[in-house]
T-cell receptor, first 113, second 112 residues
Framework: DSGVTQTPKHLITATGQRVTLRCSPR?????VYWYQQSLDQGLQFLIQ???????AKGNILERFSAQQFPDLHSELNLSSLELGDSALYFC????????????FGPGTRLTVL | AQSVTQPDIHITVSEGASLELRCNYS??????LFWYVQSPGQGLQLLLK??????LVQGIKGFEAEFKRSQSSFNLRKPSVHWSDAAEYFC??????????FGQGTRLTINP
């Protein structure tokens, strides 16, 4: 158990819909990262938050957005869903400092029908 | 730009045999390197990491990896694999409060 929790575990929805994925980082970790794992793209970085502020952005679509709340949990919002958005979405957290690895949650499997 | 190449998509070894998974990276500065393992339906678990110092690093579950700057490689090894090692293995570069860039992964199958 990494200490990072993600809900829900599975999500099935239809094209055009909007969903919210939730992540709670390890206790004390200020950084939260979101990654997408798909068969064709592999594991790709989406976005990073640090103590409530956006820190870095990867190949995140404009239909996707995220935020980190004062209690440090984070949410990834996916809207106008397309079939190609079906993937496993991981959240990771890390402590402050250079020599700190990222701990990954169990992921949310999103299926868009 | 940062990148990671895992040349082997799928490797099959017999239980008890030795294992080496290859990883080559491209990074502009001193790399932080990681190996993660993903079992079916599970998240990513960190096996080991390299930040600096000794180029041979030990990890969990009997794995080790060697950083070779001249070859831009960070290969993962295990002297004797167990059936429970069957999983997908990912090499990654970055970290240090930055995003991770992952390789495409190597799927390991263990023959009894």
């Amino acid at each position: 158990d990494s200490g990072v929790t993600q809900t829900p575990k599975h999500l099935i929805t239809a094209t055009g819909q909007r969903v919210t994925l939730r992540c709670s980082p390890r206790s004390g970790d200020l950084s939260v990262y979101w990654y997408q794992q798909s068969l064709d793209q592999g594991l790709q970085f989406l976005i990073q938050y640090y103590n409530g502020e956006e820190r870095a952005k990867g190949n995140i679509l404009e239909r996707f957005s995220a935020q980190q709340f004062p209690d440090l949990h984070s949410e990834l919002n996916l809207s106008s869903l397309e079939l190609g958005d079906s993937a496993l979405y991981f959240c990771a957290s890390s402590a402050v400092g250079l020599y700190n690895e990222q701990f990954f949650g169990p992921g949310t499997r999103l299926t868009v029908l | 730009a940062q990148s990671v190449t895992q040349p082997d998509i799928h490797i099959t070894v017999s239980e008890g045999a030795s294992l080496e998974l290859r990883c080559n990276y491209s990074y502009g500065a001193t790399p932080y390197l990681f190996w993660y393992v993903q079992s079916p339906g599970q998240g990513l678990q960190l096996l080991l990491k390299y930040f600096s110092g000794d180029t041979l690093v030990q990890g969990i579950k009997g794995f080790e990896a060697e950083f070779k700057r001249s070859q831009s490689s960070f290969n993962l090894r295990k002297p004797s694999v167990h059936w429970s090692d069957a999983a997908e293995y990912f090499c990654a570069v970055g970290g240090g409060a930055q995003k991770l860039v992952f390789g495409q992964g190597t799927r390991l199958t263990i023959n009894p």
